[in-house]
């Protein structure tokens, strides 16, 4: 199902299992949305999760299934309880896509730094087969294993920054990055003008952000460029070397 506004550009594709016989499919009147910042590595979604509701007005719908596309027009009015002008409206969502966005931005920078993580890992993975050295010999990947301990330790110092140190249970970290941007990120439900303590919020949010993106960069630009230069300068393959079995006669 593909939503496109007034203006044909489209807002909304998403999918829904039918089977034979009469099926019924809810769009739920909301815009593509983003995922949110992650600490851990995420697989990208197929298809865009909803997002923020849509604005009173005219839509279409185009219901695709195999080679087939029906269309059909339909109006999303307001709640007819509340009198809210358009443009007050406008300007709530406009924050609200504001806020998407920055969100969007956020996930860039923890999805690098999380597959940076697991770069890391591979090579620890791969380092562990290799037989450690006796008394008296010289590790050949001495190098790298310090890389991998340096490396190591510049990511614990930017990810305790933007999240916190992890632990069981409840754990409070309002001083980290990550809390004070969404602290500031608050937006009420309702569809009136944004008020000044949520305008100035989202201006603090977006002064802050960059903060993340930038301890991010720093930290692949740095420790983790300089780790992977020792990667490959260490000749180390992806693959151990096995000895083949001399044959007996």
Do not use: C
Request: charged share 30%.
């Amino acid at each position: 199902i593909v939503v496109r506004d007034a203006g044909n550009a489209e807002i909304r594709r998403f999918r829904s299992e039918v089977h034979l016989g009469l099926n019924r499919i809810v769009w739920r009147l909301e815009r593509d949305g983003t995922p949110g910042p992650a600490r851990e590595l995420q697989q990208e979604p197929e298809l865009p999760p909803p997002g923020r509701e849509v604005l009173p007005g005219e839509y279409t719908l185009d219901v695709q299934f195999q080679d087939q596309t029906q269309s059909v027009k339909v109006t999303v009015q307001p709640d007819p309880r509340v009198e809210i002008p358009m443009l007050d409206r406008q300007a709530k969502d406009a924050l609200r896509a504001q806020r998407e966005q920055l969100q969007a931005d956020l996930r860039r920078a923890t999805q690098r730094l999380a597959r940076g993580k697991r770069d890391i890992e591979v090579v620890e993975k791969r380092l562990a087969i290799e037989p450690k050295a006796r008394d008296g010999e010289t590790d050949p990947h001495k190098a790298l294993r310090d890389a991998v301990v340096a490396v190591n330790k510049a990511f614990t110092e930017v990810e305790e920054k933007l999240w916190g140190k992890k632990a069981q249970g409840i754990v409070r970290n309002d001083d980290t990055l990550f809390a004070q941007v969404n602290a500031e990120m608050r937006i009420t439900s309702t569809d009136d003008a944004p008020n000044a303590t949520e305008l100035q919020g989202m201006a603090r949010a977006a002064r802050k952000a960059p903060e993340i993106t930038a301890a991010v960069d720093a930290f692949a630009t740095g420790p983790l460029a300089t780790f992977r230069t020792a990667v490959e300068q260490s000749g180390l393959s992806l693959l151990p070397q096995i000895e083949p079995v001399p044959a007996r006669k």
